[in-house]
């Protein structure tokens, strides 16, 4: 049951992350920063699939996935429908992953150490879904803030 609510969350969540980004209407903003936002949006959207791309996909789905975690905040300019095809293939590979796992193995404890401790991978999986969601509330804002200020 776990794994059918991870998978509505991250569906649920990695769509809204696509209308947050189709609803800049001026796409450069996505890279804007002022005062005390230090992380534009383009740069968190790029953070998120890499995140979930290392922990889910590379770590339990064997991808393959290699994580640039610097160039994840210093790329800018990547365009908008780039970052839609990359959410769009997250979507993709958290599906499969999930769908590889038994609800048993969200018993068992995660194969790295993330937290500096060990935790089952149900427990890490709920992790990211909240860390997804803490950051797509920071894109919203960014968008409702920094969209149509020059």
């Known amino acids: 049951m776990l794994i059918e609510t991870l998978k509505l ?10 209308d947050e980004i189709e ?3 001026i796409e450069s903003q996505l890279w ?15 953070h998120l699939i890499g995140n979930l791309n290392t922990y889910i996909g590379a770590e339990l789905g064997k991808t393959g996935y290699v994580r640039n975690r610097p160039l994840e905040f210093s790329e ?12 769009n293939e997250t979507i993709l590979m ?17 194969p790295q150490i993330v937290f500096e401790k060990e935790m089952t991978t149900g427990f890490f999986l ?25």
């Open 76 to 87: 800018k300019e990547v365009p908008k429908d780039q970052l839609i095809s990359k959410i």
């Open 9 to 18: 969350l991250f569906s649920r969540d990695l769509n809204k992350l696509k």
């Open 32 to 46: 804007r920063t002022d005062k005390d936002i230090s992380n534009a949006a383009g740069n968190l959207c790029l």
């Open 94 to 110: 958290i599906n499969n992953t999930l769908d590889s796992l038994a609800e048993a193995d969200l018993e068992t404890i995660y």
């Open 126 to 150: 709920v992790h990211l879904s909240t860390h997804l969601a803490y950051h797509l509330g920071q894109i919203n804002y960014h968008r409702r803030l920094l969209d149509l200020k020059y």
């Open 23 to 25: 609803s800049y209407q």
